[in-house]
């Protein structure tokens, strides 16, 4: 049997009316009153309507959250903490993936102006800022890098700094003819440039000079692509002795190339990733990474969207910055007795 506000109520021996400002969380409710209130909740397991009350609102009590792949397992992993922050709102989230086309991307951003959905959290990899400007002002953070001081709220972690304390740990533990792979020229590659400055950055602060033959491209980052980009590091003939993934499923794949090889990690070569992904607790050797706050972020970008959706949606845009650790572990510094 479902319970009602009026059997809350008839329990508490109060109007419907104090059991509504309860559960609605107003603040001018005496707190014995509460107290007899959330006693009754409680007693009768009773659960609000939240369809009649978002209906009430002119809310749908959905959001969605749009990202390139799911394939890469930090999008997957993102979306996961995104859906347990959400949920702590009673809000269902309806999940998109947009192969970071500007058609496909298109289609998400212009789909938030049919108030289907409550917001948007949205991880665009080749829009511009230009081209969400003129939405409807249904609510929208952004995450990742492509769109800089945009038009929407917006959850980063700083890709130049992190890059620059990774190649400072291969540095630092007497690497020096350290390989990248990731780099890419396009427009959508944002992130791949930032972590390409870091890098450059760290060698520049450690006076090893910039080697394009140590920079490998990578039109996409999967697996297959870093084993590819590992593989024509060392037929060039430059021979790195550590590498830097721009991302952990390219250093997965670095791993597969440098063990089909015979090289060893990382006496030979150290190879190191960044995200933080599961899979890089599990690969023999265990993967040294750059692991951002997954679950910070998506609860930063959960908060700024409960902000503009319950408040004040002309205040001007906000950045907030989420943490990264380094994660240093058996492909940098070998197995500990």
């Keep these: ?25 107003y603040a001018h409710v005496r707190p014995d009153t509460r107290a007899r209130v959330e006693e009754a909740i409680a007693a009768l397991n009773y659960r609000p309507n939240l369809s009649a009350r ?34 702590e709102l009673g809000w269902t989230v309806l999940i998109d993936q947009t192969g ?51 038009p929407a709220d917006h959850v980063v972690i700083d890709n130049v700094a992190a890059a620059r304390e990774i190649t400072n740990h291969l540095v630092g533990l007497g690497r020096r003819r350290i390989a990248a792979i990731g780099s890419q020229r396009t427009p959508e590659g944002a992130s791949a440039r930032l972590r390409l400055d870091g890098y450059r950055s760290a060698l520049a602060e450690a006076g090893l000079g910039y080697d394009e033959a140590l920079v490998a491209p990578a039109p996409v980052w999967h697996r297959a692509d870093g084993a590819a980009a590992m593989r ?40 190191a990733g960044f995200d933080g992904i599961e899979d890089g607790r599990f690969s023999v050797p265990t993967l040294t990474t750059i692991a951002p706050d997954k679950e910070r972020i998506a609860r930063l ?11 004040d949606r002309s205040a001007p845009p906000r950045e907030l910055a989420a943490p990264y650790r380094l994660e240093p572990r058996e492909s940098t510094q070998g197995r500990h007795p």
């Design 1 to 25: 049997m479902r319970h009602r506000l009026k059997d809350v109520a008839e329990r508490a021996g109060v109007s419907v009316k104090t059991v509504s400002n309860v559960v609605n969380g």
């Design 100 to 150: 970071g086309g500007r058609e496909q991307e298109r289609v998400v951003a212009s789909g938030i102006t049919d108030h289907l959905i409550d917001g948007l959290i949205f991880s665009p990899l080749a829009l511009t800022a230009d081209d969400l400007v003129n939405l409807d002002g249904t609510p929208m953070v952004l995450l990742g890098e492509r769109v800089d001081r945009g």
């Design 54 to 87: 978002n209906l009430r609102k002119g809310r749908t009590g959905i959001i969605a959250l749009a990202v390139p792949e799911l394939d890469i397992p930090y999008f997957a992993e993102l979306a996961r903490h995104v859906v347990s922050a959400a949920a």
């Design 232 to 271: 024509h590091l060392l037929s060039s003939g430059v021979r790195p002795d550590a590498v830097f993934c721009f991302n952990d499923t390219l250093a997965l794949g670095a791993l597969r190339a440098l063990h089909e090889t015979g090289l060893r990690v990382p006496e030979d070569v150290a190879v």
């Design 301 to 311: 970008a959960v908060e700024l969207l409960a902000n503009r959706i319950e408040g």
